[in-house]
């Protein structure tokens, strides 16, 4: 009987810290597209992961003093219904999964014809090389300050921002844990990531990639700021104050 409880309250528990878990804010839409498919992907992995410790549980109390097990037998109804199960289920998470993943404001690929940002929206180009990232503004001429951490891209919040990246030689990665932003930089072909990011702020980009002996030396850092500060800091990159 103890070892009754003691699975059945090790088991509520396990749901409910998993119910209580509260998710990472999202500070921008593409982080808030990838945490609401994870939600839903939650919604449907809880009660399998309960029914399927149940049945474990139950089978190793009932018979665990069973010492002359009968070979099991065939049920083709019990064959067919988890096989139609594992199907609706596989099917639910490929539908959710498509449905973030076709979104252009998660990640994109093509020519720069497909990029066509608004007045206000922001394009930069970054560019992998062994071991750094050179980030670049075309539509300003205006290229990102480095330091000892990667260079610094300022960007506007609630602001759509398309960010091309490539590379020079090998594979990197541009990732922005998050801001939910990461995508390969392939060299000769570029990819392309878009986002709104709502909270101001600094946010830590690095190389997602193993690439060499300084891997760990390409950091980069996205910088958050409003309209009327973003303007000023333009500005006074054109005109080479800064």
């Known amino acids: 009987m103890n070892t009754k409880r003691l699975a059945l309250a090790s088991l509520c528990s396990a749901v409910l810290v998993t119910l209580l878990a509260q998710p990472a804010a999202a500070q921008s839409v593409s982080a808030e597209l990838i945490y609401g498919l994870n939600e839903k992907l939650l ?3 809880i009660p399998i992961t309960l029914l399927v410790e149940g ?7 009932k018979f665990r003093n069973n010492d002359e097990p009968k070979p099991t037998k065939e049920n083709r109804r019990l064959e067919i219904t988890w096989t139609l199960a594992t199907a609706v289920i596989l099917l639910f998470v490929g539908v959710a999964s498509y449905g973030v993943m ?24 970054a560019n992998a090389y062994q071991w750094g990232w050179n980030m670049h503004y075309p539509e300003q ?22 960010i091309q990246v490539a590379s020079d030689d090998v594979i990197h990665g541009f990732h922005v844990p998050e801001l939910g932003l990461k995508t390969d930089a392939i060299p000769g072909q570029p990819n392309y990531l878009k986002t709104n990011i709502s909270e101001t702020g ?16 390409m950091y980069f850092t996205i910088e958050v700021v409003d309209q009327a500060e973003y303007d000023q800091w333009v ?3 054109s005109s080479g104050d800064a």
């Open 43 to 45: 919604v449907i992995a």
């Open 55 to 61: 049945i474990l549980i139950y089978a190793v109390l």
């Open 102 to 125: 076709a979104q252009d404001t998660v990640e994109f690929t093509g020519g720069e014809e497909e990029i066509a940002p608004d007045e206000n929206d922001v394009l930069v180009e």
């Open 141 to 162: 001429d205006i290229w990102a300050n480095g330091t000892g951490a990667g260079p610094t891209v300022v960007v506007p919040a609630n602001q759509d921002v398309y």
């Open 202 to 217: 600094s946010y830590q980009g690095y190389c997602s990639e193993y690439c060499g002996l300084a891997h760990s030396n």
């Open 235 to 237: 500005a006074e990159q």
